[in-house]
Structure formats: structure tokens, C-alpha cells
């Protein structure tokens, strides 16, 4: 008896996703993320293993984290961190950060198509730190969100005859990775990374 009461409401559940109101899985618009402005990072050394940090390395002091600000550059750190018991060992930070933006494509006649772009944000995003007295002082990088004229120059129209404007609300930051590898490490001793 229960099977014939749920056929009848599968039979209109399949009618219903069958019909011309529905909405097909293909019209549903995927949520768009991005890395929001805050802190990110442990304040602490990410990986203290044999594999990543010299023999008596240690965080002496400072922090190591990254901050986004609200104009979505990123800063790793925002001071001076430390690292001790590393002896003549040098180390070298990457900060990498990618960014999005909507490219507006306007013809004269007031006809728009959009186009997504893409740019690396600019800055110190690969310095090298020299080790002193067993010590390494690590000092802020940053990476900067790209300009408007960035993301649309790697945008393509459709003709060169189209005006090319980044689009209100543009551009967000994707993703971005921090890393301090010290020289003959393959493993990075931090990493902070969003996305």
C-alpha cells in the first residue's frame, strides 16, 4: 500500500522538475568567492619539521601572518618576525596573489558583453633574506591589488573598436600564498594560504 501512495507524489515531483517553470540545474548561478579582507596565518612557524627547518631553528619573535585590508592588497607580516638557531642558513619569501575582475566591453552602439580577467597582483612577491649571527630577520612584503587598466589590457573584446571599462563592484582577490623556504629546504618552514 505505501508504494502506490508514493508513486503518485513522485509522479508529480517528476512533472513538476519536467516543466517549462522550472529551473533547469544549468540556469542556477555558482556563487562566486573570494578571499575577504582580515587576518590569516597562526602567528606561529607553519612547519617545524626536520624537512623544512634548519637544526635548532626557532621563532624568536614577532608574528608571521598575512593581512588582506580593505583595499584587498595583501601584507606579509605586517612587522618584523625572527627566526633564530639557523646558522648561516638564508631564506627566501614568495607571496603570490591573484585577482578577478568583470571587464565591461561597451561598442559604440551601447551594446555590452562581459569578459572575465585576470591579473597577478604587483609588488615584492620573491625576496631574499640573508641569515646574520645564526639569526634571520624577516621584513612585510606585499602585493598589491592590480590597477583597472591591468585587467583591461588582458581582456579581450571582440573588436579593438570596443570600450573597455572593469565593471562596478571589481575587482576581488582570488587567492593568494605566502611561503619562506629556507636555502636546500624543498618544504617551505610557513605557508599561509587563502582561496
Known amino acids: 500500500m505505501r508504494v502506490h501512495r508514493l508513486i503518485p507524489i513522485a509522479a508529480l515531483a517528476l512533472a513538476v522538475a519536467c516543466s517549462e517553470d522550472a529551473t533547469s540545474p544549468t540556469s542556477i548561478v555558482k556563487p562566486q568567492f573570494a578571499v575577504a579582507a582580515g587576518q590569516y596565518g597562526t602567528g606561529a612557524l607553519t612547519n617545524t619539521t626536520a624537512a623544512a627547518l634548519p637544526s635548532g631553528g626557532h621563532l624568536q619573535s614577532g608574528t608571521v601572518f598575512c593581512v588582506v585590508g ?56 620573491d625576496v631574499t633574506f640573508k641569515s646574520k649571527n645564526g639569526a634571520l630577520t624577516v621584513t612585510p612584503i606585499t602585493a598589491s591589488t592590480p590597477t583597472d587598466a591591468a585587467f583591461e589590457a588582458s581582456a579581450t573584446c571582440p573588436n579593438g573598436n570596443w570600450r573597455k571599462s572593469v565593471a562596478p563592484g571589481d575587482p576581488t582577490l582570488v587567492s593568494f600564498t605566502y611561503t619562506l623556504t629556507f636555502a636546500g629546504f624543498s618544504t617551505p618552514t610557513v605557508t599561509i594560504a587563502a582561496q
Open 70 to 125: 580593505s583595499d584587498l592588497s595583501v601584507t606579509c607580516s605586517t612587522g618584523n618576525y625572527q627566526i633564530n638557531g639557523i646558522g648561516n642558513t638564508n631564506a627566501t619569501a614568495d607571496l603570490s596573489a591573484t585577482y578577478e575582475a568583470t571587464v565591461d566591453c561597451t561598442n559604440r552602439g551601447g551594446n555590452l558583453v562581459e569578459v572575465k580577467s585576470q591579473a597577478t597582483g604587483a609588488g615584492d612577491t
